[in-house]
């Protein structure tokens, strides 16, 4: 496509629940990032994907969550037994290989 | 550990002026400096991009200057207009395999009419 679509564009659940954010690519970007944007604070790096190799998971804040991408493609960012804390602006972006990076618009995750 | 600091964190300026916005990182050895634009309930949107050997780079009224050696990057905004009020991020990319951003909190610009 001709940017990156995320997708729901906003979310609202109860805390406890899962949630599942998809993010597509920019066709042909081999790489793929997720970042987090708390209200008033700077982004995030959560997980980094970069064509077959293993992904960079090193920003993710706990095992509650996870993210998987199928190939140089969609991928998605799960979060199990949501909390309050976790409501943000979860931001997915994507780069050929080498510098710049064109973002998406999020998805903000409130959790009550 | 990279750390990025922008100052200030809000500026209200009115039309027409011009204006610098700046950006300061710990560590120097970067890959590459950009500077993002996001508007409320948006995603970041691309402003200018400098890799570690360039000083700056330059885009419509938008310049932007690099000097790594001291950790320091500025946005300058020329005859600033209401259409610019939005938040400036600034990010640094450490190259290598960890290909990540690490982002400041932003200036928050308002431009008065």
């Known amino acids: 496509g001709a940017g990156v679509s995320q997708s729901p564009s906003n979310k609202v659940t109860e805390k406890g629940k899962d949630v599942e954010l998809r993010c597509d690519p920019i066709?042909?970007?081999?790489?793929l990032y997720w970042y987090r944007q708390r209200l008033g604070q700077g982004l995030e790096f959560l997980i980094y994907?970069?064509?077959?190799?293993?992904?960079?998971k090193s920003g993710l804040p706990s095992d509650r969550f996870s993210a998987e991408r199928t190939g140089e493609s969609v991928s998605t960012l799960t979060i199990q037994r949501t909390q309050q804390e976790d409501s943000a602006v979860y931001l997915c972006?994507?780069?050929?290989?080498?510098?710049?990076?064109?973002f998406g618009s999020g998805t903000r995750l409130t959790v009550v | 550990k990279q750390e990025v600091t922008q100052i200030p964190a809000a500026l209200s300026v009115p039309e027409g002026e011009n204006l610098v916005l700046n950006c300061s990182f710990t560590?120097?050895?970067?890959?590459?400096l950009q500077w993002f634009r996001q508007d409320p309930g948006k995603g970041l949107t691309s402003l200018l991009l400098?890799?570690?050997?360039?000083r700056e780079q330059t885009s419509g009224r938008l310049n932007a200057s690099l000097d790594k050696s001291s950790g320091r990057s500025t946005l300058y905004i020329a005859a600033s207009q209401p259409g610019d009020s939005a938040t400036y991020l600034c990010?640094?990319?450490?190259?290598?395999?960890?290909?990540?951003?690490?982002f400041g909190s932003g200036t928050q610009l308002t431009v008065l009419p």
């Open positions: 972006a994507s780069s050929l290989a080498g510098p710049g990076y064109t």
């Open positions: 066709s042909g970007h081999t790489a």
């Open positions: 994907f970069q064509g077959n190799s293993a992904p960079d």
């Open positions: 560590d120097s050895a970067i890959y590459n």
């Open positions: 400098i890799q570690s050997s360039q």
């Open positions: 990010a640094v990319d450490a190259g290598g395999s960890a290909r990540q951003l690490t």
